[in-house]
């Protein structure tokens, strides 16, 4: 079988493809269903009128209603997988699960006192962003309210929490990187795992610093691949992309490929002092849509930070108040 492809899903289990933007152009609902007919939805999508249809057609082809949802459980916070909990609370009056350093992620975001749509374009501008960029990361980042519009009230999950869900016990494992207090849920008997976006089968999931946020998110993600990659694990199910069979695998791979990054980092920076929006450019391409931008220029901020802790790299705060990286003497 070749890794791209499909694996057969168990009966229990279904996937539900939800529209987002591009490039990933759709993320991976579950579907999980218990012998008295009542079912859990894992991460349900971003929220638009286009969504909503998408779900209630796909409850109606699987014989089943909003009536039918027992709870909602989300891996993590981010607008593609929490957007439509809150409506789909309104709804049903399920439960929504998630963790409570996702909830708190996702007030600092998005909650009434949330001022990430001002602060994010402020410290990309101190580190090299010109000002038509930051400009458009504000109005970027107002464009998500809408997706995630209601919040949900939340009963919270912890780190080694045991669910119920399709018939069998799931295991909750926190970690971070990707996204604060992400949660991945392991069934042992059966060998399976709802990865969301801690291991994504293709594409290396986004690891972004982010003022207010973790501290040193590329830390916080490669520790959590190395306890995922622990587990014994035969089918994965991830947020976006393909069900895989090679998840132990994928770890391995995906803790090479940040050193790697980290290693092509510091050669760049030893060259001459750089900053980090030249060092995103010189890693990413100059080619990207804004939303691509946020992701490389976070994903490059949280490398410099991880040079930073490894003391391979140091900060240098110049006079007009921006920040530029040169190799540590």
Known sequence: MKRSEAITMPEYIHRVKITMSFPLRWVNSYVL???????????????????????????????????????????????????????????????????????????YMWGQNATINVVLPEYYGQHGMPADKTKQIHEHMESFDSQITPLPEITPIEDGEWLQMGGQRWLAVETGGHAPGHLTFYAPESREILCGDAVLPQISPNVSLQPGSDTQPLLSYMEGLHRLGALDVERAYPGHRNPFLHFNERTVHLLTHHEERLQKMAERVAEA?????????????????????????????????ELIRRAIVVQQEQRDGTFLFNIKK
């Not at 459980?73 to 009056?93: E, F, M, N, R």
């Not at 890693?283 to 930070?305: C, G, K, N, V, Y």
């Open 33 to 107: 269903r218990e012998s008295d007919g009542t079912i859990t939805i894992v991460d349900p999508g971003p929220r638009s009128s286009e969504t909503e249809l998408e779900w209630q057609e796909a409850l109606s082809n699987l014989g089943l209603s909003f009536q039918s949802i027992s709870q909602i459980v989300l891996t993590h916070h981010h607008p593609d997988h929490l957007g439509l909990s809150g409506w789909l609370q309104q709804k049903t009056g399920a439960p929504v699960r998630m963790s409570s350093r996702s909830m708190k992620e996702a007030e």
């Open 273 to 305: 002092p750089v900053s980090a929006y030249d060092l995103c450019i010189f890693m990413f391409s100059d080619r990207l849509s804004i939303h691509q931008l946020r992701f490389a220029m976070s994903e490059t901020l949280a490398h410099l930070q």
